[in-house]
């Protein structure tokens, strides 16, 4: 047996370690259009916000049914690109691993999805808790930094790449916090920006050669 057969060897060794502790079948272009999503939500969300500040500054309505009505649309566009992008994400990774013979939901699968479940609840009862004290301002770094803590959560199970998407949210959030008027913004550049860049990122680094 020659060095590159050695080499070989303990390449697929190493894989095969990789596949008993880690989750790899996580696709990048699930990322990208989780991203485009995001973007798409927040252009529409701008339009939303524009026009309700239009008619509370310009034109004079002040009406509280109107405020409701704007947190409804609000909340059901936000669950609209959720939706998308969890679809494309549960396809595209299903689509990969089955590509690629592994198992789509096994312990490792488990394990990744508990970690990320715990920050996240705890994310969603924070936002909760500022839904419930009228301080919808900081609904989104809470959003940013609960999403960034469950991702580096998860990266102990999954690809480590996912660790440096997670700290970058969780840095965005922070600086968020300092400026929560601009929220909108952030939540374009966090979960669009940022979603694209290493969505790209991974398929460039794991499956373009595959494909």
Known sequence: MNEQQHLDTLTD??????????????????????????????????????????EWDVLGNHSRE??????????????LVLLVAISAGCYLTWRRAKKNGEAIWDGVARKVLVNLAIPLAAGAAFILGTLYNETPILITPTCLIFYGLALVNASKYTLS???????????????????VRYGLYF??????????????????KYERKAA
């Open 187 to 204: 939540w374009a550049i966090g979960f669009g920006v940022l979603h694209i860049v290493y969505g790209t990122s991974m398929w460039l």
């Open 13 to 54: 060794i190493k894989r095969m370690m990789e596949r008993s502790t880690r989750f790899i079948s996580l696709s990048g272009l699930s990322g990208v259009i989780a991203g485009v999503s995001a973007l798409v939500g927040a252009c529409l969300a701008y339009i939303l916000l524009r026009d309700y500040y239009y």
């Open 66 to 79: 109107a405020f409701l009505h704007l947190k409804v649309r609000l909340v059901g566009l936000a669950l």
């Open 161 to 179: 790449d996912i660790r440096y998407l997670g700290l970058a949210e969780i840095g965005l959030g922070i600086i968020n916090l300092f400026a």
